[in-house]
């Protein structure tokens, strides 16, 4: 890992990099290692197609280049939802990303876990951990040591607040958050200065220990947003997030993980500019 120049924070993206010679996996690891950056998130929001001969493949390309992979699982994933074919399908979204990542080395897994739809925050949360629970023990049964980390997410429609998922993960073991600090800044309209960056670390140690700091997934990308929360991702010039600060505050709490840029449309200009910034702060 190049954790050592960035004191145990890996900077990458969100898929494939936009410079990468082609749009596969392996082409995508070979342009983050050539640019320099730490990590990358295989992106399977339309399902999970990657073959295990390929999977097999990325994880010796990525131990190769010292480059750290997660994986993001389909964006059709609701544990709440009403019809039970759909929570069960859910559920094997789940652990089809779980599956093919642990055979390439990933480390850790996200997805945004379900919809509140009619349902009270509390009625929504029961549900996802009893869903989350069994997720995690049939991993567990197959040997597969992947973290799951469901996300923190965008929209106030969405299951998945900064508490909901501190709370998840103090209860279900081997369950972390994936922490998006723009979803949280767009979702809350707050979250955006030195002192809430701050807090948030301070919540994640209070909850998780000193282990929440030291294996982080988050996510930190330009983002455009309304009274319903996230609308985009833009580049984080054009957006008002104070990524600067969330740096500082990261660099402070000496938070150890990974930081997946979803910036749009060049996400990899933005992991390099994170990674940049993040190395100059004194
Ligand atoms: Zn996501």
Redesign the pocket.
Known sequence: MNSGKTGGLLFGT?GVPVSAESRSTEAGIERIAELGLGCMEVEF?QGVKMRPEVAAAVGELAARKKIALTA?GP?AINLNAVEPQKVHMSKERILQTARIAALFGARSI???AAFYLKDSPAQTYAVVRKHLQEVVNTLRKEGNKVTISP?V?GKPSQFGTLEELLRLSSEIEGVMP?I?FS?WHARTGRANSYQEFLAVLDMVEKKLGRRGLDNMHM?LSGIAYGNKGELRHLMLAESDLHYTELLKALKERRAKGIVIC?SAPYLEDDALLLQRTYRELP
Do not use: A, I, K, R
């Open positions: 969100g929001v993001h964006y996200t997805f945004h996300e997410t994936c998006d979803h996510h979803e």
